[in-house]
């Protein structure tokens, strides 16, 4: 008892372990029939007077199979082969979402326990447990605690009309394309090819009256042909636009990198084995580039800001913009989007459930069609930022980027108005809304008292991660730097083109920058009260636009084609992955929760690991990007060209079509 004890008090495991056993052999009284815990309870004393008695294979199967410590699944496999068994998943969490309790262990049973069995031992015990872990999270917990158990075997996905219809999409989209293929063996070539590029040439509009209905029919099924498409990727057959701004592909790769990075890590550790090292790895020095994963999606709305400013100055230069192009570009904007993001999350939802099975992956899905089936079509609406209070009861939680960047982009518009009109008041209004969000976000981090490293506070998702309001300023900045580019583009060459003394500076001055935002948190990660609350809210506030700044120095001998890094960020490579980059960020947390939560072996957090790991998701993010790029994404803007060719103008400003969509992918 001693030693059981002492195990108790280093691990939370042998608590919930300790719990389940004692209750199970002790005489529990409860209101459930006789047929419920008094059967388990036989069951398991039988097994245990069996070892007794010198058969010791029946308990020391069970106990093999089941989990061992906290956040171990066991044998899942084995044990429901065994006929003599039910695999049970016993889990206790917290029923306020913001305390991040989530423990589970895996117990390989009599086949006469139900989770209903397990479910009564834990309330009976229920002030133990509560006692427990509030001395280990320094709160109190009373009534708080959440227990929980299920069968995973009986969480079998149903084939509701939903599910039919989404497999009805995939096939038509998967036959589009090979009757696009057919189409391009039956017909000649050439004329494929015309009908297919004649909206890119810009020649549609003159020739479409004379056209015979078939050369338009022939334009939306060679929209589907994977082959065209695919060459789409190569920069020579879809144009590379103006190639100083080729560069920031490599930018795309490697935030996107860090995100799947941060989603890997924060993945795991609900999950890991591992548990109980859980504060050690968030204690350490190195922890600064996982919280510091946000800044990526910073970058990402700066590029978003850059490119909108460019692609709308040089195409509305010499011509008015006016009501009906503003519901142009949004058109433009969500047939560039909707029809990737409606795939992927129906697919998410309502086919990935057949794919596997498991201990997580049946209760997740479970939770999934909960999720869901409540904010499925507000995630298409683009409000789940503002409508969804919490991540984690979202359908697909990171799609909230989506609807922040939509958000900002139809306010951006009009501003973009102004800046085309009047320039110097345009620019000063950019200005007046940088300065404007920051003060905003400053007041709005010090009034609820929010770390520089996040806040379990309820008000901390809602109304600053995932607010458009807090999440403006690298835009903001990246139209400045837009503008500044188009303007000034002429004077960085000749500024940059003779001194490789002045690009190093640049460069290095930028990278120390960038470095010096993500690892002055570091005394924070070690003492929680390092920083004041002044500290906290100033970091919130501009530690975003700093980091985007840094980037912009780092780049800026790259934009006017005078880097020290140009052979390696004009690569073929980043040219291909920054096209991929919109459909890859819409897969990687599906892949991150289909490596995690599909396995059937406990899982084990380490730095090491999450980086081997990220590299896997990436890698298959892309490929999946790709598919995705190929059957879904390239076609509809495809589809927009030929539909609407008599409506649009080719952009005047060497921009090519590849390049357009940049500004929105992220």
Not at 123 to 130: F, H, M, Y
Not at 165 to 184: H, K, N, P, Q
Not at 329 to 337: A, Q, V
Not at 361 to 388: H, R
Request: some cysteine; charged content about 15%.
């Amino acid at each position: 008892a001693e030693y059981m004890g002492n195990l108790m008090r280093k691990n939370i495991s042998w608590v919930i372990v300790a719990v389940i056993i004692a209750g199970v052999v002790a005489e529990i009284t409860t209101d459930e029939p006789p047929t419920s815990p008094e059967v388990c309870m036989a069951a398991v004393q039988e097994t245990v007077s069996k070892f007794q008695d010198g058969q010791p294979e029946d308990l020391l199967r069970l106990v093999q199979n089941s989990g061992r410590f906290i956040n171990e699944v066991g044998h899942y496999d084995s044990c429901i082969r065994n006929p003599l068994n039910k695999y049970v998943m016993v889990s206790i969490t917290s029923s306020n979402p913001y305390i991040p309790i989530s423990n589970f262990v895996g117990v390989c049973g009599p086949s006469v326990c139900n989770s209903k069995d397990y479910t009564a031992i834990l309330e009976k015990n229920r002030d133990q447990l509560e006692k427990f872990y509030s001395s280990i999270m320094h709160m109190n917990l009373t009534n708080l605690l959440a227990f929980d158990a299920y069968v995973p075997t009986e969480l079998s996905p149903s084939f509701d009309t939903l599910t039919w219809i989404t497999l009805y999409i995939v096939l038509l989209l998967i036959g589009a394309a090979a009757g696009a293929l057919l189409f391009r063996i039956l017909r000649p070539s050439k004329t494929l090819k015309s009908a297919a590029d004649s909206s890119k040439n810009g020649n549609s509009e003159s020739d479409s009256s004379a056209e015979p209905r078939g050369s338009l029919l022939q334009a939306i099924v060679a929209c589907f042909d994977p082959i065209r498409n695919l060459k789409k990727l190569n920069p020579e057959e879809s144009g590379r636009g103006d190639p100083n701004l080729s560069p920031f592909n490599a930018v795309r790769f490697f935030m996107i990198f860090w995100v799947i990075l941060g989603h890997e890590v924060m993945g795991v550790i609900g999950l890991a084995s591992n548990a109980h090292e859980i504060p050690y790895y968030l204690s350490i020095p190195q922890t600064a580039w996982l919280y510091g994963g946000e800044f990526a999606v910073d970058v990402f709305f700066y590029l978003s800001g850059f490119f909108f400013i460019y692609i709308f100055f040089k195409k509305f230069k010499n011509k008015s913009f006016g009501v009906k192009d503003y519901f142009l570009s949004l058109i433009h904007r969500l047939i560039r989007i909707l029809p990737t993001y409606i795939v992927v999350l129906l697919v998410y939802w309502k086919l990935l459930s057949f794919i596997r099975d498991g201990p997580l992956w049946n209760k997740l899905e479970t939770m999934k069609n909960t999720n869901c089936g409540y904010f499925a079509v507000v995630d298409l609406l683009f409000l789940n930022n503002l409508l969804v209070p919490f991540a984690m009861i979202d359908c697909i939680s990171w799609g909230w980027y989506l609807a922040c960047d939509m958000q900002i982009f139809l306010v951006m518009i009009l501003v973009s108005v102004v800046v085309l009109k009047k320039k110097l008041l345009g620019k000063s209004l950019i200005w007046i809304l940088l300065i404007v969000s920051i003060v905003y976000t400053y007041n709005l981090a010090y009034s609820f008292g929010f770390s520089a490293l996040g806040s379990m506070a309820p008000e901390y998702y809602p109304k600053y991660y995932v607010s458009p309001l807090t999440r403006v300023p690298p835009y903001l900045f990246g139209m400045l730097v837009g503008l500044w580019y188009i303007e000034e583009k002429g004077k960085l060459t000749k500024f940059f083109a003779n001194s490789r003394l002045l690009k190093a500076l640049a460069s290095l001055f930028g990278l120390f920058t960038m470095y010096s935002i993500v690892v002055v948190v570091k005394p924070l990660i070690q003492d929680g009260k390092a920083f004041t609350q002044v500290q906290n809210a100033l970091y919130l506030s501009v530690g975003k636009t700093l980091f985007v700044a840094g980037l912009t120095l780092f780049m800026m001998p790259s934009l006017v084609g005078c880097s020290i890094f140009r052979s390696l960020f004009r690569s073929r490579f980043f040219e291909v992955t920054g096209k991929l980059s919109f459909t890859a960020y819409m897969v990687h947390i599906i892949v991150i929760v289909f490596k995690s939560y599909g396995t059937k072996h406990s899982l084990f957090l380490s730095y090491e690991g999450a980086i081997h790991e990220s590299i896997s998701t990436t890698v298959i993010s892309f490929f999946v990007g790709l598919l995705l790029y190929v059957f879904v994404e390239q076609p509809f803007v495809n589809l927009e060209q030929v539909l609407f060719q008599t409506r649009r103008r080719p952009l005047k400003s060497g921009v090519s079509q590849s390049e357009a969509p940049k500004e929105k992918e992220h």
